[in-house]
């Protein structure tokens, strides 16, 4: 499917914001586990419970794939993350013009 209404527009992150999310779940999961801890009678713990240990295993498995790609990175000597290099038109013939005009 083509996007039509931002052709060319790719998201992406920040490098401090994208390091930062594993710490952020790791928040977020917290503070919920600790709300369902709190009050573990009320109909909201469960809900709160299992929305932390989401969050917690969000953590975790960002955290795990950061390791795993910075290491892969260095035992292969990956540079730096960038944008992609911009597309070349080599090997594309050029309309070439008539001699005298």
């Not at 999310?21 to 928040?27: D, M, S, W």
């Not at 932390?52 to 795993?68: D, F, N, P, S």
């Amino acid at each position: 499917m083509v996007n039509t209404v931002f052709p060319e527009s790719v998201v992406r992150l920040s490098r401090p914001v994208y390091e930062s999310l594993p710490l952020l779940y790791a928040a977020i999961g917290a503070f919920a586990l600790g709300v369902s801890y709190v009050d573990p009678r009320n109909v909201t713990a469960a809900a709160t419970f299992l929305i932390g240990l989401v969050a917690e295993i969000a953590a975790l498995t960002l955290y795990l794939r950061r390791r795993g790609y910075r290491e892969m990175r260095r035992e292969y000597g990956g540079g730096e993350l960038s944008a992609p290099p911009a597309p070349t038109h080599a090997g594309v013939p050029t309309a070439r013009r008539a001699p005298g005009g």
